[in-house]
């Protein structure tokens, strides 16, 4: 663990972080009930859909009932999309993009911010507006060399990988 923070120790505990998003409500919230019993306690709700602003304050509400869980929002792109979530008592934000204005956003309210990066350069300026984790999109294209190449030169940062990430080897 190359950053040892509270949020950073959660999402090592479980070692995945759930995305999802349905706009079936039902059906979120078996998401969220089977992820938790599984030990998993960070848990990333996607804005994919019109129905995810009224899902959220449900999937909210079952969270509190589970100790320790931290319920946070992806897909987010600016500060005042943000903002509605942070409102329904988002936990955490991820992006997509590497939005200085939605980092510096997260950062004056001491909300956590996992941007999505696909350059060392975009790692490195999310790192100085406060990310603690930076998603490497999309891993399935950058590749296991691309982190270990980001690592070597800002190896405080922790990195998770996503889109399609394999590391097994092509056939």
């Given amino acids: 663990m190359r950053n040892p923070s ?15 998003f349905t706009p ?16 998993i306690r960070v848990i990333e709700m996607v804005d994919r859909g019109a129905e995810a602003k009224s899902i959220f304050p449900a999937l909210r509400k079952a969270a509190d009932q589970m100790p ?50 696909g350059t060392v350069s975009e790692v490195y300026f999310a790192q100085e507006l406060g990310a603690e984790l930076v998603k490497i999109y999309p891993a399935n294209i950058l590749g296991t060399d691309f982190v270990k190449a980001v690592h070597a030169v800002l190896p405080k940062i922790e990195l998770i990988p996503t889109g399609e990430w394999n590391l097994l080897p092509k056939a």
């Fill in 24 to 39: 079936d409500e039902t059906k979120c919230l078996q998401m969220l009930e089977v992820a938790y019993e599984g030990g």
């Fill in 68 to 117: 320790g869980l931290s319920l946070g929002v992806g897909t987010i792109y600016e500060p005042k999309q943000a903002e509605v979530f942070l409102d329904m008592g988002a936990e955490f934000i991820v992006a997509p993009v590497m939005n200085p204005k939605l980092g510096e956003f997260c950062k004056n309210l001491d909300i956590p911010w996992i941007p999505g990066c």
């Fill in 6 to 20: 509270p949020f950073i120790k959660r999402m090592y505990a479980a070692g995945v972080m759930p995305i999802f």
